[in-house]
Structures are given as C-alpha cells and as structure tokens.
C-alpha cells in the first residue's frame, strides 16, 4: 500500500532548473553528521526552516527541479527533518532517478507552482494521481511509472529487489 | 508505428515493439561502473550483505573502472581501488586499472557498438551514444542491473537535432553544445534522448561528437544518441566485440520537437560560473585574465582536442604564470600523442602533459587558488569542482583555451591564426 501524502508545504522553489545543491548550501555539500546538515538545511533562505518544519511536510519546485549535478547530502537533510515528498512542475533525469531510488515521492505536477503557495494544506490521491491544495484547487499529475510506484510502496531499491524481482527466476523474466 | 534511434534499440532489446512512454524491462548489453568510495563498494555491500547475491549469471556484461584517484594521493583511496578490485575478481568481471577514463577505455576495447544498450550509474556514460548505443545512467539505481542483469525503464521520448553545413575554423564541439543549450535552454530536451542527425554530422569529428554526447545532461536530457556513418565504422574496425548494423531512425519517426542546426553558425561560446548552463559568447568576457587551463576529462582530452589545441599555439608557448594541464583520456590517445611527435610539441609549448586521469576534473589534482580563474574543457564548472569554491571556473573548446593559454587573457581563437 502507497502512503498517503498529506502536508503543508514548508517551501516553493521558484527559481527554473533549482540546483537542489542550494538547499545546505555548495560549502556544506561535503558534511555527512546528519545532525550538522539538518542544521544547516534551507538556512540561507529561512534561518528558522530546520526548527518550523514537521514530519509530513512537502516541497514544491518549478520545471527541470533537481538540475546540475546534484550530490545527496541535500536531500538526506531534508528526509531527516521530515520532508515527505516534492511536487515539481518536472524534474531533472538524474535527479529523479537518484532520489526515486530511494523510495522517496518525487511527482509531477503541471500547474503546482502557480497554484500552491508555503503552508498550504497539501494532499495527493495515488489512485487519481491528483494533488488537492487546501481542499480547493485539484491538480492531476503526470502519470507515474510503476517502478517509480513500487520503489515508494516498497521503501527504495533494495527492499523493492527483494520483494518484487528478485522473486520471478531469471527464466521467467527473459534472462538467457 | 514509425520508430526513433531510441525506440529501435529498445524494441531490439526486448524482443518486441516499444514507443516512448511504454514501460518495460531490458537487458543491458553491459553493465558498466568507475570506482569511487560509494558506489562500487557500496553495489558490492548491497549484493552480498543485503540481497545475498554472491555470484552473476553474465560476469562478461559488466566492465569496471578504476580511473578516479587514480594513482591514488593516500592510502584510504588505494585501499578503496584493491576492495574494487578483489569484488571484480571474485565475481568474474572485467576490470581496467590504469587505462584512462572508463567512457573512453570502453569504447577503446570495442565493447560499444550501435544498436547496444549500455548502462552506469554516472551521467556522462551520454558519450557513448556517438557510438549509435543507448548509454543509460542509472545513478544509485544502478543495483538493479547488478542484481538483475535487467533494468526496469521508460521507453524516453526524443529531440532530434537535424545538423548542416561545417564549422568554421576555431569552433569546436564544445561550442556545438554550448550553441544548442543557449537556444533550447537547460530544459530544452527534458527527459527526451537528444538524437543527433543529418547531413552535417559527417562533418563533426568523431571526438567532437564524443563531447557534444557527453554534455548531454545539462539539456535536461536523458541520454543523447548519434546516426553512424563511416567515421564510426573507422573506429571500430578491428576493435568490435559484436557485428553490428548503422542506426539510423524510421523517416517519420514521432520527434518531441526536430531543431534544425547550421553548424556555420556557431560561434565560440563559454560557460560561465557558476552554472553549465550559463552560455555567453566570447565577446563578453574577451581580455579576462585566466590562470590556469585544463584540457581533459571525459567531455575532452582526445586526439582531435589536442590537435586543436597545437592548431592554435603553433610552437608558442603559454604566457608566463599560466599553468595549462594537458590530460588524455586514455593511454591509447596518450601513446598516440607520442608516436606522432604532438607530446613533445605540446611540452615545447609549456604544456603540463599528465598521465589518464579524472582526478583534475574533480579538483583531486591541480587544484586552483583562492581567487584564481580557470578555463577548461571538462564537464562542470559547478562552484568547488576543481577543489575550491572560492575559484572560477569558465568552460569551453580546446581551440579558446589554447587561444587564451597564449595571452594569459580569454582570447577568441579565430584571432589567432
């Protein structure tokens, strides 16, 4: 079973092709005490973000979210702080795939930014695949692969081998 | 339903007919990564440790690299590279220590040929698509392959990129790129394959072709993918490990967009800090004093770059206080450069030729001073990339390095012949 997505949105990236690097800052990128991440995390543009967000909280980005070249510590700042997902106009390949890998919800949503704004009551209906913004506006999203699906049922990468490949034999799956 | 380049390949892979937007699962022809601390240790973790694989069914699928910190500055890295290299032995896999860059060397041996699907989990594997293959990253994903021999993907829309006409003199493939990305913007191809066309192609150098591949990633690309023609066929021959055929997409294939691209007018261009994507032209940084030049990485560093880059210094040598870093790619480009007297040329120039190696790419080596200005034919210029973000980094061709190597100054290499 999908969790369901339900927050406020802690933040709206509006910058185009958002280097997700940006969120502990280029001189940070290199840190890996989580605790001293998450104190840094989205610093530069709210000194109080790592103290007023909770667990469920989600992020909204603009188009080609994630561009660049992006490194994790970012992302591992803001799962621990809470951060449930990221609903983005799109995002960039090697981005999404990145972070997708860790079961993490990354979807796209054409129209997100212009229509949510930060604390918004968010929810999203994985079987519409429709985001709801402070039960008003309703927005429906790109459809989301089922890989992408099962890595955020199953938890990321490796649970999702496990339990959803690597049971069906090699024969079985076109593997000579 | 008339088929990409892309289509093609996968339709080929998986025994049946796919377009973009379909979701299926495919075989890689190889599974390819480079060692660095995280990745190849952590796939080898997660193999025995946590899916409790302990052997491949296809160990002559993956091929592995040992190109960062390479040779090794410490120990702790040294040790990281004989973890590498003890996974691949047990496991059966074909390993390279010591033969350049992995996207080059594999390309180098003849493990790529059109009409492949080859996979890693770092982006700029793009590169190989100037060979007709798709090359796929799959970044941390890349355990799939490990753990399945398969990969479970989205059949990608594509761009196609229609070239005419030739390049003037001093215009090299950086710039093709840089032209590209200024127009599309870094947007411009998102998640679509950008597949590479037309009359015009014959014209670019395959080394050329290999750079304007490589940067793929900056479009927002997935992967970017070239027709092939006798250039490619060149290259090859005697290296092949499989027959293959050219590949060449269906007349009305289903294209996102098609840009039409007169390679006559392209102009030299650079990207400026602190983004990829941020294309000036030469103009509005003419007379910058740079310190210290960079040619190399896998998005350079080939023959036909260092060809450029005599074309331009001509026995001169580079204005004092400038350090110019001359890498090749592999030590096949760097025997080569002996064999045909361009090293010793190049050194008579005052250029610092070193051994096949990442590591100035990423700032391991030759690493710049607060303050210092940077040109370089590499990937990123990302701040912190060559180990200092309080440095600039500007990208562009060989030829305009070369230019501005002579006068200390960014400097438009088609005043200087």
Not at chain 2, 234 to 255: C, I, M, Q
Not at chain 2, 385 to 393: D, L, P, V
């Amino acid at each position: 079973m999908l969790k369901d997505i339900q927050g406020r949105v802690a933040w709206v990236f509006e910058e185009e092709n958002y280097d997700i690097d940006l969120i502990v800052g280029i001189d940070n990128i290199k840190i890996t005490d989580i605790e001293k991440l998450k104190a840094v995390c989205m610093t530069d543009y709210d000194s109080n973000f790592p103290n007023d967000v909770k667990t469920g909280d989600i992020l909204v980005g603009g188009r080609n979210f994630g561009y660049g070249h992006p490194h994790f510590p970012s992302f591992k700042a803001l799962r621990a702080l809470g951060i449930a997902a990221v609903f983005a106009e799109s995002f960039s390949p090697g981005f999404y795939k990145g972070e997708i890998g860790n079961g993490f919800p990354l979807i796209e949503c054409p129209g997100i930014l212009n229509a949510a704004k930060r604390w918004d009551n968010l929810s999203f209906d994985w079987d519409t695949e429709t985001v709801v913004i402070n039960k008003q506006v309703s927005l429906k999203c790109h459809k989301i692969p089922q890989r992408s699906r099962d890595l955020i049922e199953f938890g990321g990468l490796i649970p999702y081998l496990k339990e959803k490949r690597l049971k069906v034999p090699p024969s079985e799956r076109g593997l000579g | 339903m008339r088929q990409t380049i892309v289509e093609k390949i996968l339709s080929r892979n998986l025994g049946s007919d796919v377009h973009a937007g379909d979701e299926a699962l495919f075989t890689p022809d190889y599974i390819t990564s480079y060692d660095y601390p995280g990745y190849i240790d952590s796939y080898e973790n997660q193999l025995l440790n946590e899916l409790g694989i302990t052997h491949v069914r296809h160990p002559e699928r993956f091929v592995l690299f040992i190109d960062h910190f390479n040779p090794a500055g410490s120990s702790q890295f040294r040790n990281v590279h004989l973890k590498t290299r003890n996974f691949a032995k047990n496991f059966g896999m074909k390993l390279y220590e010591d033969r350049g860059i992995g996207h080059q060397v594999l390309a180098e041996e003849g493990y790529v040929v059109p009409g492949e699907l080859i996979v890693h989990f770092d982006g700029h594997v793009s590169t190989l698509g100037a060979f007709g293959c798709y090359a796929l990253s799959m970044r941390n994903s890349i355990i799939e392959a490990y753990a399945t021999e398969q990969v479970m993907a989205v059949v990608p829309t594509s761009i196609r990129i229609e070239l005419e006409g030739k390049l003037d003199k001093g215009v090299g493939g950086r710039d093709v790129f840089h032209h590209l990305l200024k127009e599309l913007g870094p947007a411009g191809c998102l998640g679509s394959v950008v597949e590479y066309g037309g009359e015009g192609l014959a014209n670019l150098a395959l080394d050329m072709r290999l750079t304007i591949c490589n940067l793929s990633m900056f479009l927002g690309a997935n992967s970017s993918i070239m027709e092939t023609d006798d250039e490619v066929d060149a290259f090859l021959s005697g290296r092949a490990k499989h027959t293959y055929t050219r590949v060449f997409p269906d007349e009305d294939a289903n294209y996102v967009k098609v840009v039409e691209l007169d390679l006559g007018s392209v102009e030299p261009t650079l990207a400026a800090p602190p983004s990829s994507a941020n294309i000036i032209p030469i103009r509005d940084v003419e007379g910058m004093p740079v310190h210290v030049g960079y040619l190399g990485s896998c998005a350079s560093g080939r023959m036909t770059d260092f060809e450029h880059a005599y074309e331009i210094l001509q026995g001169r040598p580079v204005a004092n206080e400038f350090r110019f870093y001359g890498v090749p790619t592999s030590t096949e480009i760097q025997a080569k450069l002996a064999k045909t007297g361009l090293m010793e040329k190049l050194i008579a120039s005052r250029v610092c030729m070193y051994y096949p190696s990442c590591d100035f790419c990423y700032g391991q080596l030759g690493v710049l001073a607060d303050g210092e200005v940077a040109l370089s034919t590499a990937t990123l210029n990302v701040p912190g990339r060559m180990g200092n973000t309080k440095a600039n980094i500007y990208l562009a061709s060989a030829y305009t390095l070369a230019a501005s190597a002579l006068t200390g100054k960014i400097t438009d290499p088609r005043k200087m012949y």
